[in-house]
């Protein structure tokens, strides 16, 4: 049982270019949650999923997009990318909606230079 | 007025002695409080829950909740070096399935 895998661990992209966030689960959550962390500073949602098929917008979507095709994952899409995407990107899982208790993944660092 | 509020620190105890979080939050309807450890470089892992007013321990933790007070507090008793960390508090609010984070309040535990 892996928990919440994400890959790449670390990516450096130039300004403009796009990448794709990946983010898996074997937990059977219906939930799933990408969040976004810049230095010093909480966590920002930036979209959610309730279950294959359904997504919907966070605090801060802007710049980003996201599918749910199956159970398991959660990739997060990066189009022209800019530098105040740099940041640490966490996906997360959870079984509940009002308990709620997630489950995240090791996180990607992201560089936009 | 920010919905969940911390005081970002440095927190700085020595090793043995209690360690006190505190977090508020601005919505009534609140109704699930997460208290998350994160260590420096890595991902938040969930330490407590609380969901009812009133204190709720866990080994060394202590969660305490006042929903009139809008207030959710962490203790940690004989604070260890290894708890030395960002503590994230975290709430839900009414029906919705997201989570609202403070900015943390980093600890660090002097042996």
């Known amino acids: 049982n892996a928990g919440v895998t994400q890959t790449p661990k670390f990516r450096i992209l130039k300004i403009g270019q796009s990448m794709t966030l990946q983010c898996t689960q074997d937990?059977?959550?219906?939930?799933m949650y990408w969040y976004r962390q810049d230095p010093g500073m909480g966590l920002k949602l930036i979209y959610y999923?309730?279950?294959?098929?359904?997504?919907d917008k966070g605090e801060v979507p802007n710049g980003y997009n996201v599918s749910r095709s199956t159970t398991e994952d959660f990739p997060l899409r990066l189009e022209l990318a800019a530098p105040s995407q740099t940041s640490v990107y966490f996906c997360?899982?959870?079984?509940?909606?009002?308990?709620?208790?997630?489950?995240f993944g090791p996180g990607t660092r992201l560089t936009v230079l | 007025q920010k919905e969940v509020e911390q005081n970002s620190g440095p927190l700085s105890v020595p090793e043995g002695a209690i360690a006190s979080l505190n977090c508020t939050y601005s919505?009534?309807?609140?109704?699930?409080f997460f208290w998350y450890r994160q260590y420096s470089g890595k991902s938040p892992e969930l330490i407590m829950s609380?969901?009812?007013?009133g204190d709720k321990e866990d080994g060394r933790f202590t969660a305490q909740l006042n929903k009139a007070s809008q207030y959710v507090s962490l203790l940690i008793r004989d604070s260890q070096p290894s708890d030395s960390a960002t503590y994230l508090c975290?709430?839900?609010?009414?029906?919705?399935?997201?989570?609202?984070f403070g900015k943390g309040t980093l600890l660090t535990v002097n042996p």
């Open positions: 997360a899982s959870s079984s509940h909606a009002r308990d709620n208790e997630q489950f």
């Open positions: 975290a709430v839900i609010r009414g029906s919705n399935y997201k989570l609202t």
């Open positions: 919505d009534r309807v609140s109704q699930s």
């Open positions: 609380i969901y009812s007013n």
């Open positions: 999923s309730v279950g294959a098929g359904i997504t």
């Open positions: 937990m059977n959550h219906n939930y």
